[in-house]
């Protein structure tokens, strides 16, 4: 079976995006098994994650989106930039401001537009983030797992867990480059005080306005940038007294800026999204 694709990247973090309003590949191919075949970086297209472009019952569109690993993730803030440009820049969505129906529920981004008319970068309202351990889901006794310690690989940590529509773990460090994050990530990840295993981030704060992390995401691994990821960073930067609600998160693919709005209670990320390439690909359909 042939397949379309759009290659798209933000900050680094990279994605196949398929366009399937149309329902042809979900009746043969499940999506799953479609993602890991398409990321592998070895034996496929390469990316972090497919993205899936479906029809909404009751919003603009609908995003649906899978690991690398071929399981099925709640949202994507980096995913969600790049889905929203290509929307605007391909005319399949007019309006600047939209809805959009996922896993996590409705996210509403907003494209903002460069001289030739096409998508600079993208504003999200990522909605409000989730602080009661049970809804993340996390395990805890305490009404909001801040500071919070498990024992990981024998030793004490503390960490604080939110949700952004899928789970955070953030910890805080003096030096993000002194990490080994692919056992600690993976160990984290895997805890069994989260039961639906977890992203994490390790969080290095500059100063109150700024702050440098390293992402292990959930089903992928370590990844160059997370767009919820930061915004969980940047609420549990503020829980824990360490910034302010308006920060720049470094991270390795690009900045991201992240405001939590004390008014509502939503957080926003503004960043970029770019085009890679276009191409086809043939899976293979009994």
């Known amino acids: 079976m042939k397949i379309d694709f759009v290659k798209m990247e933000g900050l680094g973090n990279d994605f196949v995006i398929i366009d399937d309003r149309n329902g042809t590949i979900f009746k043969k191919i499940h999506y799953g098994k479609l993602a890991e075949k398409i990321c592998s970086r070895h034996f496929g297209i390469g990316a972090d994650g497919i993205i899936l472009i479906l029809d909404s019952e009751s919003l603009d569109i609908k995003f649906k989106i899978f690991n690398a690993d071929g399981t099925e993730a709640e949202m994507c803030g980096n995913g969600m930039r790049c889905f929203a440009k290509y929307l605007y820049d391909n005319k399949i969505i007019l309006k600047k401001r939209f809805k959009v129906e996922t896993l996590a529920g409705t996210v509403i981004p907003e494209v903002f537009l460069c001289e030739s008319g096409k998508v600079k ?18 395990e805890s006794t305490k009404e909001m797992a801040v500071n919070e310690s498990v024992v990981v690989r024998g030793e004490k940590l503390f960490l604080t867990a939110v949700s952004m529509g899928n789970p955070h773990a953030v910890v805080f460090v003096d030096d993000i480059e002194k990490i080994d994050i692919e056992n600690q990530g993976s160990s984290i ?47 549990a930067a503020c829980l824990n007294g360490k910034t302010v609600e308006d920060a720049l998160a470094h991270l390795k693919g690009g900045d991201l800026k992240i405001f939590w709005d004390k008014t509502n209670m939503h957080v926003f990320m503004t960043g970029p999204a770019e085009f890679v390439f276009t191409g086809s690909f043939v899976y293979p359909v009994q």
């Open 189 to 235: 990840e895997n805890h069994e005080s989260f039961p639906e295993k977890t992203n994490v981030e390790f969080v290095q704060v500059i100063n109150e306005n700024e702050f440098k992390m390293r992402i292990w995401e959930r089903g992928a691994g370590e990844t160059l940038a997370c767009g919820t990821g930061a915004c969980a960073a940047l609420v």
């Open 121 to 138: 970068y993208v504003k999200v309202d990522m909605g409000i983030p989730v602080l009661a351990p049970g809804e993340i889901p996390f």
